[in-house]
């Protein structure tokens, strides 16, 4: 499986990004959606998941009423509509997936390449 995400750029801080994280395989409709994200001179932490069916989601908490995770199963392809975007939130932003009926938020198996969101004060 291939994970192509785009969308990121530089944003002043109260903007917003739309982040798309486009699939490459039939699959991608059985799989579980995670956005992620890693900070300069940080870890790599969760930011949101989304169900097989796009009816349950899982934020981090500093992103809740702010993201919005969603995915188009016809389109193979995954989004996380960021609006109030902070300072804070300036990182590479990766999307992956795995083949689960859950929603996990560790052991993805297939990760895009990232694209880097800045968020300027």
């Known amino acids: 499986v291939q994970l192509q995400a785009s969308g990121g750029g530089l944003v002043q801080a109260g903007g917003s990004l739309r982040l798309s994280c486009a699939a490459s395989?039939?699959?991608?409709?059985?799989?579980?959606m995670g956005w992620f994200r890693q900070a300069p001179g940080k870890e790599r932490e969760f930011a949101a998941v989304?169900?097989?069916?796009?009816?349950?989601?899982i934020y981090k908490d500093s992103v809740k009423g702010r993201f919005t995770i969603s995915r188009d199963n016809a389109k193979n392809t995954a989004y996380l509509q960021m609006n109030s975007l902070k300072p804070e939130d300036t990182a590479v932003y990766y999307c992956?997936?795995?083949?689960?009926?859950?929603?996990?938020?560790?052991?993805?198996?297939?990760w895009g390449q990232g694209t880097q969101v800045t968020v300027s004060s």
């Open positions: 992956a997936t795995k083949l689960d009926k859950g929603l996990p938020i560790v052991g993805y198996d297939y």
């Open positions: 395989e039939r699959t991608f409709s059985n799989s579980v």
């Open positions: 989304i169900n097989w069916s796009g009816d349950r989601t």
